[in-house]
C-alpha cells in the first residue's frame, strides 16, 4: 500500500508507512507531517504543513523542532509525552485534540502522536477540521 | 496560496512569520471581552496546559484558574491606552512535581478601545531566586533601615521575657510587673500567632543564628503598631560554651530562666504605609483583598517547611460559592462581585489573623489553618458555612442569599508536597457538591481492598 491524498489521519499502521514513504509520498497526504530524530530536529516536513504554517520546508529542516520550529508544543501534553516514550523504550500512538498557532492564528487541530521503539524518526501529525 | 515563491515580500514574510514562531516569550493580541485574535506558539506553550475546554479563544477564560481578577482589572482600566499591569506573578502549582512552568509572568498593554495586547513569560527560575534574595533583604532592612525607635527584649529559653528595661515601655507601654515572665506572645494581637508558631521562631533562631517577622504589634493599652521582630540566640559565655562542649549536647546549657535570647521589636509603622501598596499590589486579590496565589502558594510553602522541622498539624480548606455562574447570570457580574467580596469578608470575620485566607480562582477560595488538626478545621469549615447560609451579601439595596461548599482535609505524612493537599481538599470540596451543596465534607482515603 502507498500513501495518497485519501488515507486516514487516524489510519492505524501509519508510521510503518511513514517510515517507507518519499517525500513525494508524504506530500500526497491530506494532513501535516513532520518527522524529527531523537536530537529534536526536523528531519521530514510535507508540503500540507509547509502550506499551513506557512514557512519552506528549507527554513525548518535540521531545525530543533520544539525550540525552532514549534514552541507551542514543548509542555508536557507533547514534548514530554515523545521525551517519555524514547526513554522508556515504549510505543506512542496517541490523538489529542490542541490548539497551534499558525500564521499567529489559533487554529484548532487533532495531533498524533506517534514514535516506534527503535524508529529513527518520531512524527507529529496534524489534522485541521 | 503558494508559499514557493521567490519573490522578497514573500520571504520577507516567511522570514516574519518565523521571526514570530520562535520568539522566546508569549504574545496575544485580544479583544476589551479577552477574545484572541492572534498569538505565537510560545503563548500557546503556556496556556495550553492551562485551557479547560481544550481551546484558545479567550484570554481572561484561559486564565482565570490562575488570575480570576483579570477581566476586572482590564475593565477598570479607564485610560484609553496605556499599561494596565506589569509583570505580575502568576501561580500555576505549589510545587515542581507536576513539571513545566509554576509561575509565568504577564503584563498587559491596552492598545486601544478594544485591543489589547499580552505579554507572557515563564519566570519559574526567576521566581525561586527572587524568594531567596528576599530573605536577604529583610536581614538587610532589618540593620540598615533608619531606627527612629526600638525596644530590646531578653527572653529565656521558653520565649518569657526574662527582664524589663526603659526601652520596652518606651514601645510597648508595658512596665516591668505587667510584662516580665510573660511569653513574648503578649506583644501579638490575638490570633496572629500560634503557639507552635512561636517556639518555631525559637528554633529557627537558634539553627540560622536569627529569626526575623513583620506584623501587628500590640502595645499594652491594647493599640497596635506595625512591627518588625528580631529575635537571635545570645552567646554562651565561654564557660557555659565549654560545659555544653563536654556533654556532647547540642543544646546550650542555660537554665529554663536564664536569657537565652535576644529579641528586637522595631515599631515600623511609617516604613510600612510606603511599602504598603507595592505588596498589596502583588500579594493580595484585587476584588476582595485576600491573599492571591503567589501569596497563598508562599505561605502553604512555609508552612510545610516548618511542619518538617516540627510535626504539627496543618489543615487546608477549600471553598466554593455554590451555583455562582446563575448568580452572575441573574444579577449581572458586578452583583457577583459584591458576593465574592461579601464571602471574603465573612471569612476574615470567622478565621484567625494567623490563617491565610486566599482567593484561588474565580469563585473558589481557601484557607490555611497552621497548628489546626481536623476536629477544629471542621468546626471552623461548619460555622464559615452557616455564616454564609444566614447573611446573605448586599448589592444596590438588594439582598442576594447564597451557599458555599467546603472541603476540608488535613496534612499528613502519607504527603509529600502541597498540592496532595490541595487535591484532596478539592476531592472533599466535590464530594459536598454532589451532596447537594450548602455543605461541608472532610477528605477521606479511598476505600482499598485489605484482606
Redesign the interface.
Given at each position: 500500500m502507498t500513501l495518497h491524498a485519501e488515507i486516514p489521519f487516524d489510519q492505524t499502521d501509519l508510521a510503518t508507512l511513514l517510515e517507507h514513504g518519499d517525500a513525494a509520498a508524504l506530500d500526497a497526504l491530506g494532513f501535516g507531517v513532520i518527522g524529527f530524530d531523537q536530537d529534536g530536529q526536523v528531519k521530514r516536513y510535507n508540503s500540507f504543513e509547509s502550506q499551513a504554517a506557512g514557512l519552506r520546508a528549507e527554513r525548518v529542516l535540521d531545525q530543533d523542532l520544539f525550540l525552532a520550529v514549534a514552541p507551542c508544543m514543548n509542555n508536557f501534553m507533547v514534548a514530554q509525552r515523545f521525551a517519555d516514550a524514547r526513554a522508556d523504550g515504549t510505543a506512542l500512538d496517541d490523538i489529542i485534540n490542541y490548539v497551534l498557532t499558525l500564521r499567529m492564528r489559533p487554529t484548532k487541530v487533532r495531533l498524533r502522536l506517534l514514535y516506534q521503539p527503535g524508529a529513527t524518526l518520531a512524527y507529529v501529525l496534524v489534522q485541521r477540521p | 496560496?503558494s508559499?514557493?515563491n521567490d519573490h522578497p515580500d514573500a520571504q520577507e514574510?516567511?522570514a516574519l512569520?518565523?521571526f514570530?514562531?520562535?520568539a522566546?516569550v508569549g504574545l496575544v493580541q485580544l479583544a476589551a471581552d479577552g477574545a484572541?485574535q492572534?498569538?505565537?506558539?510560545?503563548?500557546?506553550?503556556?496556556l495550553?496546559?492551562l485551557?479547560r475546554d481544550?481551546?484558545?479563544?479567550n484570554l481572561f477564560e484561559a486564565l482565570e484558574p490562575v488570575a480570576p481578577d483579570l477581566r476586572l482589572l482590564c475593565a477598570n482600566f479607564a485610560e484609553p491606552q496605556g499599561q494596565v499591569c506589569d509583570a505580575i506573578r502568576l501561580y500555576l502549582h505549589a510545587d515542581d512535581k507536576?513539571?513545566?512552568p509554576q509561575v509565568m509572568s504577564l503584563s498587559m498593554l491596552k492598545l486601544g478601545a478594544d485591543r489589547l495586547m499580552a505579554v507572557l513569560t515563564d519566570v519559574t527560575v526567576q521566581d525561586r531566586r527572587e524568594r531567596q534574595l528576599r530573605k536577604t533583604d529583610a536581614w538587610l532592612n532589618a540593620i540598615m533601615t533608619n531606627i527612629t525607635d526600638y525596644a530590646l527584649v531578653s527572653l529565656d529559653r521558653q520565649g518569657r521575657v526574662e527582664s524589663w528595661n526603659e526601652s520596652i515601655e518606651r514601645v510597648t507601654g508595658y512596665d516591668s510587673a505587667a510584662i516580665k515572665g510573660q511569653h513574648y506572645a503578649r506583644f501579638y494581637p490575638d490570633g496572629a500567632t500560634t503557639e507552635a508558631q512561636q517556639l518555631d521562631r525559637l528554633r529557627e533562631a537558634d539553627e540560622n543564628g536569627w529569626t526575623l517577622d513583620e506584623g501587628p504589634r500590640l502595645r499594652a493599652d491594647g493599640s497596635q503598631f506595625w512591627g518588625s521582630a528580631m529575635i537571635s540566640p545570645l552567646p554562651l559565655r565561654s564557660d557555659e560554651a565549654a560545659s555544653a562542649g563536654a556533654c556532647a549536647s547540642t543544646q546550650p546549657v542555660v537554665a529554663d530562666d536564664e536569657a537565652a535570647y535576644c529579641m528586637i521589636i522595631r515599631d515600623i509603622s511609617d516604613k510600612r504605609d510606603i511599602s504598603e501598596d507595592l505588596r498589596k499590589a502583588s500579594y493580595s486579590d484585587h476584588l476582595t483583598g485576600l491573599s492571591n496565589r503567589r501569596a497563598f502558594f508562599e505561605a502553604a510553602d512555609l508552612e510545610l517547611k516548618r511542619r518538617k522541622k516540627a510535626a504539627r498539624p496543618v489543615a487546608l480548606i477549600a471553598i466554593d460559592a455554590d451555583h455562582f455562574k446563575a448568580i452572575n447570570d441573574r444579577h449581572g457580574h458586578p452583583a457577583g462581585d459584591a458576593v465574592l467580596a461579601h464571602l471574603a469578608q465573612t471569612m476574615r470575620s470567622v478565621c484567625r489573623q494567623v490563617d491565610v485566607l486566599a482567593r484561588i480562582g474565580g469563585e473558589e477560595f481557601a484557607v490555611i489553618l497552621p497548628s489546626v488538626a481536623l476536629d477544629d478545621a471542621l468546626a471552623i469549615a461548619e460555622r464559615l458555612r452557616a455564616e454564609v447560609a444566614s447573611t446573605p451579601a448586599m448589592y444596590e439595596q438588594q439582598s442576594i442569599a447564597y451557599s458555599i461548599s467546603i472541603g476540608v482535609a488535613v496534612m499528613d505524612d502519607a504527603l509529600d508536597g502541597f498540592d496532595g493537599l490541595i487535591k484532596r481538599a478539592d476531592e472533599a470540596l466535590y464530594a459536598a457538591k454532589r451532596r447537594g451543596r450548602n455543605q461541608v465534607a472532610v477528605w477521606q482515603p479511598p476505600v482499598t481492598e485489605q484482606a
Open positions: - | 496560496m508559499i514557493a514574510y516567511e512569520l518565523q514570530l514562531y520562535m522566546p484572541i492572534m498569538l505565537n506558539p510560545l503563548s500557546a506553550q503556556l495550553m496546559p485551557s481544550g481551546g484558545l479563544t507536576s513539571g513545566g
